[in-house]
């Protein structure tokens, strides 16, 4: 049984490392051919059943986004490694300011100052290469981040005076219910 068992989560593993290279939607073909297998084995397999039950229950709740990195070049397969690339951009951070915590501007604008960070860590860009493709996409960026940074100055202004935000509040409510 043990050996059965340990052959199925192999052959995931197997098919996960992609030693062929194949596309995201091949790699999703076979692993689920795989997983298919160890449902029709599942009994057969005694107390393990209980393991290959949790290893399809995990698998389940990793799926949507579980195949993404074969199809989009650099973007890191495990948690190790994405850990590791994160980490690399707290690191720098941490460096240039000299703070040990979460950086207010990290928080704020994380998105376009890890990517960047990990970009500029693979590659080095000519002018050309930064000149902006999509306006559209750089407003959506630029909107969201604006919103998070709005959120995040509310936030300091509730833990400044809680009490003087909450009258705003309900000014601000209380004009709205007499208008409408």
Known sequence: MLEKAYALVHQATHVLANHEEGSGQAVRKRYQA??????????????????ISTFLKVTRSYWPGLFQCYDVADLPRTDNELEQCIGSVRYGERRASGRRGAIAGLVVRGPVRVLTALALRRQCFLPRALSLSDPEAWYTMREHLTSRQEARRKQLRFRKDPMAYLAALEEILSRKEQSG
């Open 34 to 51: 795989v997983l298919q297998a160890m449902r029709e084995q599942q009994t057969s397999l005694g107390s393990l059943s209980d393991a």
